[in-house]
C-alpha cells in the first residue's frame, strides 16, 4: 500500500526552527510534484509550498517567504520542509500531498507548535 508518512514536528520556540520530511513508503513510485499544506485549529487548509520532481520550486505563500525552504531528495522518494524564524502563527499540522504514478496521496500529517 502506497501512503506518504510526514515526520519532524514537535514544540518549538518563537524564533526557532524545524525540519519536516514527507517520505513515500510502500510498495513506492517515483514521488513527482509534492505541496506542503497546513491546517490550523479552526481554519482552512492553506498550501504553503510546492515543489516539482526536477525541484523547480513553484510556489510559497507569501506568510513563509524567506523563512520555510522546500526541497527534495529523489533517491529517497523524500521532499523537506525546512522551518526557520517560527511564529506563534506558524502553530499547525503539516501535511504533504504527492504525486505517485498520476494518483493524488496525502499524509496524515505532523504537528507542529510554536510557544511564544
Known amino acids: 500500500q502506497v501512503q506518504l508518512v510526514e515526520s519532524g514536528g514537535g514544540l518549538v520556540q518563537a524564533g526557532g526552527s524545524l525540519r519536516l520530511s514527507c517520505a513515500a513508503s510502500?510498495?513506492?513510485?517515483?514521488?513527482?510534484?509534492v505541496n506542503w499544506f497546513r491546517q490550523a485549529p479552526g481554519k482552512e487548509r492553506e498550501s504553503v509550498a510546492a515543489i516539482l520532481r526536477s525541484g523547480v520550486i513553484t510556489y510559497y505563500a507569501d506568510s513563509v517567504k524567506g523563512r520555510f525552504t522546500i526541497s527534495r531528495d529523489n533517491a529517497k522518494n523524500t521532499v523537506y520542509l525546512q522551518m526557520d524564524s517560527l511564529k506563534p502563527e506558524d502553530t499547525a499540522v503539516y501535511l504533504c500531498?504527492?504525486?505517485?504514478?498520476?494518483?493524488?496521496?496525502w499524509g496524515k500529517g505532523t504537528l507542529v507548535t510554536v510557544s511564544s
Open positions: 500531498n504527492g504525486v505517485m504514478s498520476g494518483m493524488h496521496y
Open positions: 510502500g510498495r513506492t513510485f517515483s514521488l513527482g510534484t
